[in-house]
């Protein structure tokens, strides 16, 4: 049952390693002081990572669903508390490091630095190489995985996807072709558009990795509010809602050359959401004075866009916009973007089922005798995956209540608590209070609430379902 599970944990701790040297090289052509401690933590990663693959290795044909949900909870574990090396060895606390690692590799873009201009460029790449390389293991994870696991509604997606061998390793090679293709194309065009709009290349590389990864690891202390650029707000919107779309999506539409389809039904959706915030987000700001029309369309368009795409960039304090915009945030933060995406968050194919099983139930009242089915544009839900939806739905706000508990028991408000549960399970990174907002950070927390929240991170990146059914009884059992 362990051999897959430690040999496909094997390979991706090694590629973790072997990504350690990218920022070691950056280092030692900087002439910096700080190589030394990523080519140990690539060594320490590259030798855990080949031990378990070579000791392991065999020829795998398929895995089962139970070896699935422990991959991926395994490997996603192991792959955090070794990212975390370097930050240890750069002189971060333990809990810090791995609050660090969890909100790079989660794609939150959290951060317990009070000051990263301080930080050494190779720690900074790092962060932002943390978020590009998670970028891609939850895509991967979410196309590959979760329809497997049937969780959350996903197997909707199982035949859209299954167009090449049904054995586990086949596919999965498949998707992962693709969606790299995919991603290393928008990666290319963010670095050199922020280039042609004023960065230089290390702020370029580090901004697009976190922008397409819909991460929001920035090297600034004020986030993009720092380089005051039109131009550069409007560039990381734009890619930043390619991030919150199904890379798949752009795959299949440049091969059938076709728009019809479930994803093309969930990418309009999620866009027309997405205006209708901006727009009106834009016009409240208006109304209130706060900014002139373009300057809050501006505004709007760039911090509701990270918000709701869980990227976690900022251009402005929205704090400073009053109790309901905060409040409003708490909508953004709760819609997140596509399936299949970089971005986190509840998404936007469970709200559409939600809101057609309610439109379903109130005719039902209304209609008692008349059958409706459950639809989403042109495609039938089936019963089985709407109630996949809401078994989703109800442990994601249960874990929201229970982790706010326990981060309330060092002694953190309860809006802050409830905020910063919110921002991390939602992989969102700033909070709505000035302690963990757009100008605050999670420096302050208790170490038990970091060790909390990097749990939170990790849970709404693999999620919820995949690591909290592997601590029930019936899952050992069987």
């Known amino acids: 049952m362990w051999q897959p599970i430690f040999m496909i944990s094997g390979y991706f701790i090694s590629v973790l390693g072997l990504a350690m040297l990218i920022p070691a090289a950056v280092d030692i052509y900087q002439s910096g002081t700080n190589w030394s401690y990523f080519i140990s933590s690539s060594i320490i990663s590259v030798f ?53 690692a969890a909100a790079g590799i989660s794609t939150t873009g959290a951060s317990v630095y009070s000051d990263v201009e301080s930080l050494p460029p190779s720690i900074l790449l790092w962060r932002s190489l943390l978020n590009g390389l998670g970028g891609i293991g939850i895509v991967i994870f979410a196309i590959a995985m979760l329809p497997f696991l049937g969780i959350g509604g996903m197997q909707i997606f199982q035949k859209e996807n299954s167009d090449v061998n049904e054995k586990f390793l086949p596919k999965i090679s498949y998707i992962a072709k693709r969606i790299i293709m995919v991603y290393a194309f928008l990666l290319i065009c963010c670095v050199f558009s922020l280039k042609f709009a004023g960065m230089n290349w290390f702020d370029s590389v580090c901004h697009a990795l976190s922008t ?34 199904p890379l798949t999506f752009y795959h299949s539409v440049w091969t059938t050359r076709s728009l019809h389809s479930l994803r093309s039904s969930q990418v309009s959706a999620f866009l027309k959401v997405l205006f209708s915030y901006i727009i009106f987000m834009t016009c409240w700001l208006t109304y209130n004075e706060t900014y002139g029309f373009f300057t809050a369309l501006r505004n709007s368009a760039f911090n509701v866009t990270s918000i709701v795409t869980s990227t976690g960039f900022t251009s402005t304090d929205y704090l400073n916009w009053g109790v309901f915009a905060g409040t409003a945030f708490i909508v953004f933060v709760l819609t997140g973007g596509c399936t299949g995406s970089t971005s986190g968050s509840i998404k936007i194919f ?29 495609s039938i839900i089936s019963p089985a995956i709407a109630n996949s939806v809401f078994v989703f739905f109800v442990v994601y706000i249960l874990s929201v209540m229970a982790l706010t508990l326990i981060i309330s028991i060092t002694g953190i408000d309860f809006l802050t608590s409830f905020s910063a549960v919110i921002s991390c399970i939602t992989n969102t990174g700033p909070g709505i209070t000035p302690q963990i907002g757009p100008s605050g950070n999670y420096a302050s927390l208790s170490d038990f609430a970091k060790y909390v929240l990097t749990f939170a991170m990790l849970l709404g990146r693999l999620e919820v379902m995949t690591i909290l059914v592997i601590f029930t009884k019936s899952f050992w059992r069987s």
């Open 350 to 378: 469970r709200w559409q089922v939600i809101i057609a099983y309610l439109k379903k139930s109130f005719i039902s009242i209304t209609e008692p005798n008349r059958l409706t089915p459950l639809k989403i544009g042109n």
């Open 48 to 100: 855990i990572g080949l031990s378990l693959f070579l000791a392991n290795n065999n020829k795998i044909k398929d895995i089962s669903q139970h070896q699935a949900y422990l991959l991926t909870t395994i490997s996603w574990f192991a792959v955090t508390f070794l990212a975390a090396i370097p930050f240890v060895f750069q002189g971060s606390s333990v809990a810090d490091a791995l609050f660090e």
């Open 212 to 245: 397409v990864s819909t991460g929001g690891m920035s090297t600034k202390n004020t986030s993009i509010g720092y380089f005051n650029s039109a131009l550069i707000d409007w560039i990381i919107v734009f890619f930043m809602i390619l991030g919150a779309i």
